[in-house]
């Protein structure tokens, strides 16, 4: 079966430095993975996704990810946090049957 | 504003009663998923439609449960005699089916409604 696990379930930074968050996958054959976030009483929104193209994947708000097949990894980095970023992450797989395999999630905290 | 809507926002009812949920997805969009999501817990996948049709169900979702899409547009997800248990955000989130040759479309989540039961 698929899933993800996110390593991390609070992440803290000060504005103006780098992101680092980090999810491991398990499959049997290549996965599409996903990256989400939520903010308090907003939906959930797609930052970036993989799907088999390319390895290093660019989402909106400047995240991006890399899929490593070797490390089993796609991890989620920004070079530099914005106050806005602060809210809960996660890590997705889809099954290829369109059910959605959500990661515990990483809350990321934004210093000033 | 054009994206999926839920209603209500927040629900409190007390252990034993039934409620509804309403999920309004995106025009256009043929498939509709329910999610549920539990204090610092990521989401659960519940069940999807494609149109009217029902084709998934989780095994979360027990005989209390029921969800319809009745003319393949909004749904409702109904639980009957609730528990505490079923405290948690249902989430309901829509997509257009994948055209040939790719495994996913994008889902587009609602803002959920929060169920506390008392």
Known sequence: ?112 | DTGVSQDPRHKITKRGQNVTFRCDPISEHNRLYWYRQTLGQGPEFLTYFQNEAQLEKSRLLSDRFSAERPKGSFSTLEIQRTEQGDSAMYLCASSKIPYSGSSYNEQFFGPGTRLTVL
């Open chain 1, 1 to 112: 079966a698929q899933s993800v696990t996110q390593l991390d379930s609070h992440v803290s930074v000060s504005e103006g430095t780098p992101v680092l968050l980090r999810c491991n996958y398990s499959s049997s054959y290549s996965p599409s993975l996903f990256w989400y976030v939520q903010h308090p009483n907003k939906g959930l929104q797609l930052l970036l996704k993989y799907t088999s193209a390319a390895t290093l994947v660019k989402g909106i708000n400047g995240f991006e990810a890399e899929f490593k097949k070797s490390e089993t990894s796609f991890h989620l980095t920004k070079p530099s946090a914005h106050m806005s970023d602060a809210a809960e992450y996660f890590c997705v797989s889809n099954t290829g049957f369109q059910k959605l395999v959500f990661g515990t999630g990483t809350r990321l905290l934004v210093s000033p």
